[in-house]
């Protein structure tokens, strides 16, 4: 209970810079303490020395840079309460195990859009994820997370880009990169079939990415 207390009053802006204060004013009278134990002198003389002693402006300038750069990496850094890990370990495993998606990376990964035809139903899946991550809460707390997930996202957009314009369907629902091309269009064939593979291996080499650091992040 005093944990979470004193977490709570470190995150807020006027309490941490309290806490940092009081730390501060404890270390510098522990200090002078020590000091006139050690030299047998008066504990009063030796705090005025402290605070009257003189130091070049170049090396408080030095020492101010240096307090301001280690407060900003640590307040900088991201520590989950309770509340906000179970919210992003939630979301994590919803996309983990999101039907779409795992449908969508295994066809990449067996068959692939460049290599021979897939089902339409594929296409309706891109676009329920398409519509499913423009929701204002498909995000993560964590800004790291929510970092690799952004670019999954834009490999996703990247991956549909590519395939528009590519491939066609035909009358039985399967859709490929037209076979006639082979024939009057061969150097076109062979491009979309090399930019198709190219963000296909980009797209799944990220969402490898996006579950391994998910795992670690979370340990889920």
């Given at each position: 209970?005093?944990k979470?207390v004193i977490k709570n009053?470190?995150?807020?802006s006027?309490?941490?810079n309290?806490?940092?204060t009081?730390?501060?004013?404890?270390l510098?009278l522990?200090?002078?303490?020590i000091?006139s134990?050690?030299?047998?002198i008066s504990?009063?003389?030796?705090f005025?020395?402290?605070?009257?002693y003189?130091?070049d402006l170049w090396?408080?300038?030095l020492f101010?840079?240096?307090?301001?750069v280690?407060?900003s990496?640590?307040k900088?850094?991201?520590n989950y309460d309770?509340?906000?890990?179970d919210?992003?370990?939630?979301?994590f495993n919803?996309?983990r195990?999101?039907?779409?998606?795992?449908?969508?990376v295994?066809?990449?990964?067996?068959?692939g859009?460049?290599s021979?035809p897939v089902?339409?139903?594929r296409i309706?899946?891109?676009?329920?994820i398409?519509k499913?991550?423009e929701k204002?809460d498909?995000?993560?707390?964590?800004?790291?997370?929510n970092?690799?997930?952004?670019r999954?996202l834009i490999?996703?957009?990247?991956l549909d880009?590519?395939?528009?314009?590519?491939?066609y369907?035909?009358?039985n629902?399967w859709?490929?990169?037209p076979?006639?091309?082979?024939y009057?269009q061969?150097?076109?064939m062979?491009?979309?079939?090399i930019?198709?593979k190219?963000?296909?291996?980009i797209?799944?080499?990220?969402?490898q990415?996006?579950?391994?650091?998910g795992?670690k992040?979370?340990k889920?």
């Amino acid at each position: 209970m005093l944990k979470r207390v004193i977490k709570n009053i470190w995150k807020d802006s006027v309490g941490g810079n309290l806490i940092a204060t009081v730390l501060i004013a404890i270390l510098t009278l522990l200090y002078n303490y020590i000091v006139s134990r050690y030299k047998s002198i008066s504990f009063k003389e030796v705090f005025i020395d402290f605070w009257t002693y003189q130091i070049d402006l170049w090396i408080v300038l030095l020492f101010i840079l240096t307090i301001i750069v280690l407060y900003s990496l640590i307040k900088s850094k991201f520590n989950y309460d309770e509340e906000t890990l179970d919210l992003d370990r939630a979301f994590f495993n919803k996309i983990r195990n999101w039907e779409g998606m795992l449908d969508l990376v295994l066809e990449i990964k067996t068959n692939g859009f460049s290599s021979r035809p897939v089902k339409f139903e594929r296409i309706e899946t891109m676009t329920s994820i398409r519509k499913e991550s423009e929701k204002p809460d498909f995000h993560f707390f964590n800004p790291v997370l929510n970092k690799i997930k952004t670019r999954l996202l834009i490999e996703f957009e990247n991956l549909d880009s590519v395939l528009l314009g590519n491939i066609y369907g035909d009358h039985n629902g399967w859709l490929s990169i037209p076979s006639e091309w082979e024939y009057s269009q061969r150097e076109r064939m062979l491009k979309a079939e090399i930019e198709i593979k190219k963000q296909e291996d980009i797209f799944t080499e990220v969402y490898q990415n996006f579950i391994t650091q998910g795992r670690k992040i979370l340990k889920v």
